[in-house]
T-cell receptor
Framework: DAGITQSPRYKITETGRQVTLMCHQT?????MFWYRQDLGHGLRLIYY???????DKGEVPDGYVVSRSKTENFPLTLESATRSQTSVYFC????????????FGSGTQLSVL | RKEVEQDPGPFNVPEGATVAFNCTYS??????FFWYRQDCRKEPKLLMS???SGNEDGRFTAQLNRASQYISLLIRDSKLSDSATYLC????????????FGSGTRLQVQP
């Protein structure tokens, strides 16, 4: 079914390893976002992208890298995972024009041991 | 100070009750306001936008008070299915197009 999909759904990794979380949307939305959600903090913006090849930092970008070579994909990479990056990660998208509604993926639950 | 603040709750109410949540925001330049709903361990989903004049969608009423920088959500005739976390969301129309989320208020409707 069309929409926004994230993979993997669950991931366990070890401190120091590189991890990439995938996000794919089929609507050709211009904007894509990565949020992390932790108890007591709500959703915090990590990175966002206004279009292919345009990315910018959000509130908590340290330790993360993003790329957007194609409109439909917006992978998030943890270069060297730390325990503090244990979290639930949500990818979201929305059109460039017309409304503020965000469409979220189902999330990736990441545990860094 | 957080940009968007909410009482985390939980609010435990019986079915049929009326319950209200408030949310305050710190940036007076905030332009757009929303309530999202999040069920346990799932992605947030838009519940309703909040307009300056106030707006209603069935049992849900949202209001905005720009002078005091808060928004509210009123739920009438609570249903068991209303149990969820309600996220207050604001955005600046700076072209960044990113939304800032509150930590959420948890509602538990009891039979």
């Amino acid at each position: 079914d069309a929409g926004i999909t994230q993979s993997p759904r669950y991931k366990i990794t070890e401190t120091g390893r590189q991890v990439t979380l995938m996000c794919h949307q089929t609507w050709s939305h211009s904007y894509m976002f990565w949020y992390r959600q932790d108890l007591g903090h709500g959703l915090r913006l990590i990175y966002y992208s206004a279009a292919a090849d345009i990315t910018d930092k959000g509130e908590v970008p340290d330790g993360y890298v993003v790329s957007r070579s194609k409109t439909e994909n917006f992978p998030l990479t943890l270069e060297s995972a730390t325990r503090s990056q244990t979290s639930v990660y949500f990818c979201a998208s929305r059109p460039g024009q017309g409304g503020e509604k965000l469409f979220f993926g189902s999330g990736t639950q990441l545990s860094v041991l | 100070r957080k940009e968007v603040e909410q009482d985390p709750g939980p609010f435990n109410v019986p079915e049929g009750a009326t319950v209200a949540f408030n949310c305050t925001y710190s940036n007076s330049a905030s332009q757009s306001f929303f309530w999202y709903r999040q069920d346990c361990r799932k992605e947030p989903k838009l519940l309703m936008s909040v307009y300056s004049s106030g707006n209603e969608d069935g049992r849900f009423t949202a209001q905005l008070n720009r002078a005091s920088q808060y928004i509210s959500l009123l739920i009438r005739d609570s249903k068991l299915s209303d149990s969820a976390t309600y996220l207050c969301v604001v955005t600046l129309d700076t072209g960044r197009r990113a939304l800032t989320f509150g930590s959420g208020t948890r509602l538990q409707v009891q039979p």
